[in-house]
């Protein structure tokens, strides 16, 4: 008697800490779909941070920044991280910086893709780099004199 008691406790118990437990799962990103379960993928809206006229892939953090603010410019290096692969970024930049009146000036292809804009009185290098477990995005923005890039510099 006492053991079938006890036994009875015990499955009552196992119940109880089950519905508990499915309780707590239900605020979680699972989405009933037809019959299926399909984790719903949280999608991050990009936004502009230290660039106003840069838009950032909301999948990216900023890992470490130095940044030159004034009134009418800013410039400097934002170096950001996350869990995007090179190709969707390459693309998610190539698309929007136009948006922002960006010219494209060249595309560097490799394991460190380099792409270069330019646009009124300044230039913009944004490098890419996959590593093992996350990519690196430098955003790097800087003046330019009014006359452009001197004919005796590099770039000749």
């Given at each position: 008697m006492r053991q079938s008691r006890l036994m009875r406790t015990g499955i009552i118990l196992t119940a109880v800490l089950f519905f508990i437990t499915a309780a707590g799962c239900g605020d979680s990103q699972w989405v009933k779909k037809g019959t299926s379960l399909f984790q719903k993928k949280?999608?991050?809206?990009?936004?502009?941070?230290?660039?106003?006229?840069?838009?950032?892939?909301?999948?990216?953090?900023?890992?470490?920044?130095?940044?030159?603010?004034?009134?009418g410019f800013s410039g400097g290096v934002l170096t950001l991280k996350g869990r995007v692969d090179m190709i969707s970024l390459v693309t998610f930049f190539t698309a929007n910086m136009p948006k922002d009146s960006w010219i494209v000036v060249s595309e560097f292809k490799s394991p460190r893709t380099k792409l270069l804009f330019q646009k009124d009185r300044k230039r913009c290098v944004i490098s890419i780099s996959e590593g093992i477990l996350k990519t690196e995005v430098e955003v790097w923005v800087a003046p330019t004199t009014e006359e452009g890039v001197p004919d005796n510099g590099l770039l000749r």
């Open positions: 949280k999608e991050l809206a990009p936004r502009y941070l230290d660039f106003e006229d840069i838009l950032i892939p909301g999948e990216l953090e900023v890992d470490k920044k130095s940044v030159y603010q004034s009134p």
